[in-house]
């Protein structure tokens, strides 16, 4: 994760809002990634996240992998037994 580069000189460029001809201004833009590094870490939870569901279900289609999704163990608080006995998080 790298910012943009800081330009000293003026490049030709184009005015997204007037589409027309124009050169780049003076700006600092190297002072603090952290903002821009968080959207690039969640995108890129989602998409290993998205992968590992895909390895897990297969298919070839969301209709196809919707029932396998459905049927995952929940891991939801209340399935816990809460009296005492061993548990552990798993599937079996």
């Known amino acids: 994760m790298k910012p943009i580069s800081t330009t ?3 490049l030709r460029s ?3 809002a007037t589409g027309q001809p124009d050169r780049t201004t003076y700006e600092r833009s190297d002072f603090n ?6 959207v690039v870490g969640e995108a890129m939870v989602a998409y290993v996240l998205a992968d590992a569901l895909l390895e897990k279900l297969g298919g070839d ?5 919707q029932p ?3 049927s995952l163990r929940q891991n939801r608080l ?3 037994p809460m009296d ?3 548990w552990r998080f798993g599937f079996e």
């Open 8 to 10: 000293l000189n003026p």
């Open 14 to 16: 184009v005015d997204l």
């Open 33 to 38: 990634a952290v903002p821009r590094a968080g």
């Open 61 to 65: 289609s969301i209709a196809e992998m």
């Open 68 to 70: 396998r999704f459905e």
């Open 78 to 80: 209340e399935d816990l």
């Open 84 to 86: 005492n006995t061993p």
